[in-house]
């Protein structure tokens, strides 16, 4: 016979998977599963941990517990960067996402911080400048509504953004088109760029940033913008809540010995 706390974990389960508690919804406080009999503090508590570790639902303090959303937000490799989003019109990358997924959006659910640093191994390699060298890093932190998505820290050499909105701290997007117009109107217009994926274990500090349920890898990406000749223009490093995000690939594929035939 199943503990009585599994028992009510499956309960809820069920309700969860059949819809009838749907995604956002709220489970009763423990209290009230107390009092209507459910069993004891202990008990109910064992079965919300059970549903968080499932995937199932989200615990945080001052939101209680609630039904996670099932679908993911496409999170678009190629097309979020394409420059008729942000050259020709008001796209920025985190927004092309929430237009790709039908999801509802607001600039200011982009917060940010800006700071100037010394950069570390991991930035100076990123930006191609000396270790210590002085650079601006651009923090954002990324919510749908209330539940954080993802943090993305772009690093800038100072000579090709001082005194630009990109180190401007205002909520939102850096303007009209976002960092990439910035950088276009400075005469820095991006031409290709290369990420790197990887999951890992989140921090204590990314746990709590992001209102990770127990046992949630994130999803940290490197992202490295070149211009035409070759100059880094931003290196970021951004970390994803992975069970939030459907990473979407479109993109041409190689023909490697095509294009050495047709130099011959």
Not at 9 to 16: G, P
Not at 22 to 43: D, Y
Not at 82 to 90: E, M, P, V
Not at 216 to 231: F, K, Q, W
């Amino acid at each position: 016979m199943a503990p009585k706390w599994r028992d009510l974990a499956d309960r809820f389960a069920e309700q969860i998977k059949s819809g009838q508690l749907p995604p956002g919804a709220q489970l009763p406080q423990i209290r009230e599963l107390v009092e209507a009999g459910e069993g004891s503090k202990e008990t109910v508590h064992k079965a919300y941990k059970a549903l968080e570790a499932e995937g199932l639902v989200t615990s945080t303090r001052g939101h209680g517990t609630v039904v996670r959303p099932r679908t993911a937000l496409k999170r678009l490799g190629i097309a979020r960067y394409d420059k008729a989003k942000w050259r020709d019109g008001d796209e920025v990358a985190f927004i092309a996402d929430r237009v790709a997924s039908g999801r509802a959006y607001k600039r200011n659910e982009q917060t940010q911080t800006v700071s100037r640093i010394e950069a570390d191994n991991l930035v100076a390699e990123g930006l191609g400048v000396p270790v210590g060298s002085e650079v601006y890093a651009r923090a954002r932190l990324v919510k749908e509504g209330v539940q954080p998505t993802h943090t993305l820290t772009s690093y800038y050499r100072p000579e090709h953004v001082e005194g630009t909105r990109i180190v401007d701290p205002t909520p939102g997007p850096a303007g009209r088109g976002g960092g990439y117009r910035v950088l276009y109107d400075a005469g820095y217009e991006i031409d290709h760029m290369r990420e790197a994926l990887f999951a890992r274990v989140p921090t204590t500090d990314e746990v709590q940033l992001l209102q990770l349920p127990a046992g949630e890898p994130v999803v940290e990406l490197h992202r490295t913008t070149y211009t035409a000749d070759g100059t880094v223009v931003e290196f970021a490093v951004g970390v994803h809540a992975a069970s939030r995000f459907a990473w979407e690939y479109d993109f041409k594929v190689p023909d490697s010995a095509q294009d050495t035939k047709g130099q011959e």
